[in-house]
Nanobody
Framework: QGQLVESGGGVVQPGGSLRLSCAAS????????MGWFRQTPNNARERELV?????????EYADSVKGRFTLSRDNARNTAYLQMNSLKPEDTAVYYC???????????????WGQGTQVTVSS
């Protein structure tokens, strides 16, 4: 899957929006499942799933972000996006992009990680 580079993080007030991008290089992006995970200050040992999508575009979301976050992908640009609306302080975390080792959810045990991008929601 090559290298993944995230961008778009930053500081935003509660209720605000951000869009994260994940640009992939070195592989055929469209044949892999991909997703976004986050690591919060209170759970530094684990990256929790935020949203993920199979290669055919089927998406699923964590309950905590349903209705607020939208995952999309542009295979022609080898880029995935996470649109985050109505942000809450509890969304504060380092967000990581992951491209799985295959096209399905079951392939997430292997694959590539990005370097992470910080999202801080604070007034």
């Amino acid at each position: 899957q090559g290298q993944l580079v995230e961008s778009g993080g930053g500081v935003v007030q509660p209720g605000g929006s951000l869009r994260l991008s994940c640009a992939a290089s070195g592989g055929i992006f469209g044949i892999y499942a991909m997703g976004w995970f986050r690591q919060t200050p209170n759970n530094a040992r684990e990256r929790e799933l935020v949203a993920r999508m199979t290669s055919d575009g089927t998406a699923e979301y964590a309950d905590s972000v349903k209705g607020r976050f939208t995952l999309s992908r542009d295979n022609a640009r080898n880029t995935a996006y996470l649109q985050m609306n109505s942000l809450k302080p509890e969304d504060t975390a380092v967000y990581y992009c992951r491209v799985a080792g295959g096209p399905f959810y079951s392939d997430f045990h292997r694959g590539a990680w990005g370097q992470g991008t910080q999202v801080t929601v604070s007034s």
